[in-house]
């Protein structure tokens, strides 16, 4: 587990970090987003115990990465955007490096094999490592955060420049990773975060603004309850239906598809879900549903808002 209680980093005036706070619980992988300048990197930085916090602590697996840093760094593995590879080394020779480095306990030929398994770089196991492509270093910087089987694995933009296909594989590889480890993932490609995260933390301006799973702070940030529908039927009858629905506050017109297919805008009261209702009612009166879609936020949507100054919590916790 990691735990943030109260961390602050300041630079002289500046509070890069401002009393943050939050938790990434045993096997969650934790999506940590923020725009450039916002405190991300520094409490990287403060999280793999690279700098020292102003106030506050960093806990890994209950361990004050301050008060003792080599018990706290020896259950981390970290992958920082520039993977920290030597380059004249080969894969096999770098990886016993870190294995030594490490004074990793575990069998080492069979360690080291089971890793390179893990993330597909046997094949270039006897390879110089500056002879791989980007997407191969970038697993073996991958591997080399796995060395000793930490309990938490800290990745700092993990598929940067990364192809496609590479990029979907690695993103298979944290989602596997995340059954037995706590992950943090940082990312500046919301789309990765959306794929791979159990929750999302987003820090601006040094200040945690949101700390939930994107569900709930899609539901949480939107102004409005909204579905719009498409759906073949006469006009008027259509309308008075939905109008006549318990929690419907308004029906607006929109698109007309033909004589008989028109777009719905419903918007129902907070907190209701009419959907259900919606498709039960309009088969009863042999209203054909062609299209239903809500207004929910896309993670983009909730990144923008909340960094343009509109903050929420969990509603619990600090």
């Given at each position: 587990?990691?735990?943030?209680?109260?961390?602050?980093?300041?630079?002289g005036?500046?509070?890069?970090?401002?009393?943050?706070?939050?938790?990434?619980?045993?096997?969650?992988?934790?999506?940590?987003?923020?725009?450039?300048?916002?405190?991300?990197?520094?409490?990287?930085?403060?999280?793999?115990?690279?700098?020292?916090?102003t106030?506050?602590?960093?806990?890994?697996?209950g361990?004050?990465?301050?008060?003792?840093?080599?018990?706290?760094?020896?259950?981390?593995?970290?992958?920082?955007?520039?993977p920290?590879?030597?380059?004249?080394?080969?894969?096999?020779?770098?990886?016993?490096?870190?294995?030594?480095?490490?004074?990793?306990?575990?069998?080492?030929?069979?360690?080291?094999?089971?890793?390179?398994?893990?993330?597909?770089?046997?094949?270039?196991?006897?390879?110089?490592?500056?002879?791989?492509?980007k997407?191969?270093?970038?697993?073996?910087?991958?591997?080399?955060?796995l060395?000793?089987?930490?309990?938490?694995?800290?990745?700092?933009?993990?598929?940067?420049?990364l192809?496609?296909?590479?990029i979907?594989e690695?993103?298979?590889?944290?989602?596997?990773?995340?059954?037995?480890?706590?992950?943090?993932?940082?990312?500046?490609?919301?789309?990765?975060?959306?794929?791979?995260?159990d929750?999302i933390?987003v820090?601006?301006?040094?200040?945690?603004?949101a700390?939930?799973?994107?569900?709930?702070?899609?539901?949480?940030?939107?102004?409005?309850?909204r579905?719009?529908?498409?759906?073949?039927?006469?006009?008027?009858k259509?309308?008075?239906?939905?109008?006549?629905?318990?929690?419907?506050?308004?029906?607006?017109?929109?698109?007309?598809?033909?004589?008989?297919?028109?777009?719905?805008?419903?918007?129902?009261?907070?907190g209701?879900?009419?959907r259900r209702?919606?498709f039960?009612?309009?088969?009863?009166?042999?209203?054909?549903?062609?299209?239903?879609?809500?207004?929910?936020?896309?993670?983009?949507d909730?990144?923008?808002?909340?960094?343009?100054?509109?903050?929420?919590?969990?509603?619990?916790?600090?």
């Amino acid at each position: 587990m990691i735990e943030v209680q109260n961390l602050s980093k300041h630079y002289g005036d500046k509070k890069a970090v401002d009393n943050i706070s939050f938790k990434a619980e045993d096997g969650e992988i934790l999506g940590f987003l923020g725009p450039n300048g916002a405190g991300k990197s520094t409490t990287m930085n403060i999280l793999t115990g690279y700098i020292s916090s102003t106030s506050g602590k960093a806990l890994i697996d209950g361990i004050d990465i301050l008060e003792e840093p080599l018990k706290a760094k020896s259950k981390i593995g970290y992958l920082p955007e520039l993977p920290p590879l030597y380059l004249d080394m080969t894969v096999k020779e770098y990886l016993n490096f870190i294995y030594d480095l490490k004074k990793c306990k575990l069998p080492r030929n069979t360690h080291l094999k089971d890793i390179c398994s893990l993330v597909k770089i046997e094949h270039v196991y006897n390879r110089i490592i500056k002879n791989l492509s980007k997407g191969y270093k970038q697993r073996v910087g991958l591997a080399q955060a796995l060395v000793g089987n930490p309990n938490v694995l800290i990745l700092d933009e993990p598929t940067v420049g990364l192809d496609p296909k590479q990029i979907i594989e690695i993103r298979t590889l944290i989602k596997k990773l995340g059954r037995n480890h706590t992950v943090i993932l940082s990312s500046h490609i919301l789309s990765e975060v959306q794929a791979v995260c159990d929750k999302i933390v987003v820090i601006n301006e040094g200040k945690i603004v949101a700390d939930d799973t994107e569900d709930n702070l899609s539901q949480r940030l939107s102004s409005d309850h909204r579905i719009t529908v498409r759906i073949e039927g006469e006009q008027r009858k259509v309308t008075e239906f939905l109008e006549g629905m318990k929690n419907v506050v308004k029906v607006d017109i929109g698109a007309r598809h033909s004589d008989d297919v028109i777009e719905y805008r419903v918007e129902a009261k907070e907190g209701a879900d009419i959907r259900r209702e919606l498709f039960i009612g309009c088969a009863e009166r042999g209203y054909i549903i062609l299209e239903m879609k809500s207004s929910e936020l896309t993670l983009e949507d909730i990144f923008l808002r909340l960094t343009m100054g509109e903050a929420i919590t969990d509603g619990g916790e600090d």
